[in-house]
């Protein structure tokens, strides 16, 4: 199985600041079709998962642009910038490339 | 809008089997993949397999010789049978629609136990 390393375990932020999340996968995440299948979620308290950005960089539909994805190979980066207090809660990355599909151990992020 | 729902019984005895049912609105399961996931306390999460459109499934290699995953197209429902349940097996488990996993359920917390 790909194995995806998701670092930090926790993350203190201050409101306003900016957040990075670094998921690194155990082999590469680019699909034989030249697509890489890396998706980012947020999970709020006793809510299920939303995506956030889907295939590396493209942000789902009403994510606001505060959020971006970057990274290509095995080394992938969630930035958060100017982070709000919805934005608080366990972030895990998904590779869904390679059979079968595996998430990071996620990422707290948490107020200061 | 797509909306997808997972009911089944919150509490199951060890060596049992684990039943669940995700209800789809909003969109036929024709269409898509459909999956099971299962997020274990302390937060680990695992997919553990998916239906297809055309019926035909995948598993997670770790779970193959215990689950089973079917459909009913006609009620637009999909279901997720794992036998040989152990405590270990206590988790909140979630369908969605795969592809990018834009939607979930709400999930349903499933405890194993005598």
């Known amino acids: 199985d790909v194995v995806m390393t998701q670092t930090p375990v926790s993350l203190p932020v201050s409101l306003g600041g900016q957040a990075s999340i670094s998921c690194r996968s155990s082999q590469s995440l680019v699909h034989s079709n030249g697509n890489t299948y890396l998706h980012w979620y947020l999970q709020k308290p006793g809510q299920s998962p939303q995506l956030l950005i889907y295939?590396?960089?493209n942000r789902f539909s009403g994510v606001p642009d505060r959020f971006s994805g970057s990274g290509s190979g095995t080394d992938f980066t969630l930035k958060i910038s100017r982070v709000e207090p919805e934005d608080l809660g366990d972030y895990y990355c998904l590779q869904s490339t390679h059979f079968p599909w595996t998430f990071g151990g996620g990422t707290k992020l948490e107020l200061k | 809008e797509v909306q997808l729902q997972e009911s089944g019984p919150g509490l199951v005895k060890p060596s049992q089997s684990l039943s669940l049912t995700c209800s789809v609105t909003g969109y036929s399961i024709t269409s898509n993949y459909w999956g099971w996931i299962r997020k274990f306390p302390g937060n680990k999460m695992e997919w553990i397999g998916h239906i297809s459109y055309s019926g035909s499934t995948s598993y997670n290699p770790s779970l193959k010789s215990r689950i089973s995953i079917t459909r009913d197209t006609s009620k637009n429902q999909f279901f997720l049978q794992l036998n040989s349940v152990t405590t270990e097996d206590t988790a909140t488990y979630y369908c969605a629609r795969e592809g990018w996993f834009a939607y979930w359920g709400q999930g349903t917390l499933v405890t194993v136990s005598s």
């Open positions: 295939r590396v960089s």
